[in-house]
Every structure is written in structure tokens, then in C-alpha cells.
């Protein structure tokens, strides 16, 4: 693993927790240190970090939020 990866995981409390959990991917990228770019996708897939799933959480709070009002009425 390249330096510049070490750095970039420790400085992000969770790329660094992520890999500790995944222990395949120290070894993936110490034979493809560009396999970078995928760790970190599959970071946000796992922790559900990615564009369309804050989308949902935002929709399902609304949603929520919406149910509450109706309660309320």
C-alpha cells in the first residue's frame, strides 16, 4: 500500500474503521494500491453513505414527519 493511501484512510475515522472491519481490502491494496478509488466505494455502499441512500433517509424522514402531522390533526 502507497504511502498516500495510508495517510488517506488513517486521516478519516471511517476509512479507517471500514478497513479494520474489511481486512481483504490491506490486501487488495497492497497488490493494487489505484484499487483506491473501489475501497472507498465500497465504504459508502456499506455505510449506506452514498447520494441515493441519503436521498432516502431524507424522503423517509419526511415521510415520517408527514405521518406525525397527521396523527397530530
Do not use: G, H
Not at 495517510?7 to 471511517?14: A, F, G, N, T, V
Not at 478509488?37 to 441512500?53: A, C, G, R
Not at 432516502?56 to 414527519?65: G, K, Q, R, V
Amino acid at each position: 500500500m502507497t504511502v498516500e493511501n495510508q495517510i488517506r484512510i488513517s486521516s478519516d475515522p471511517k476509512l479507517t474503521s471500514f478497513i479494520r472491519e474489511n481486512p481483504i481490502w490491506y490486501k487488495i491494496l497492497n497488490r493494487n494500491p489505484e484499487a483506491f478509488k473501489d475501497f472507498v466505494q465500497d465504504m459508502k455502499e456499506k455505510y449506506k453513505l452514498t447520494p441515493s441512500d441519503r436521498i432516502n433517509n431524507i424522503l423517509n424522514s419526511i415521510s415520517m414527519l408527514e405521518t406525525f402531522l397527521d396523527v397530530l390533526k
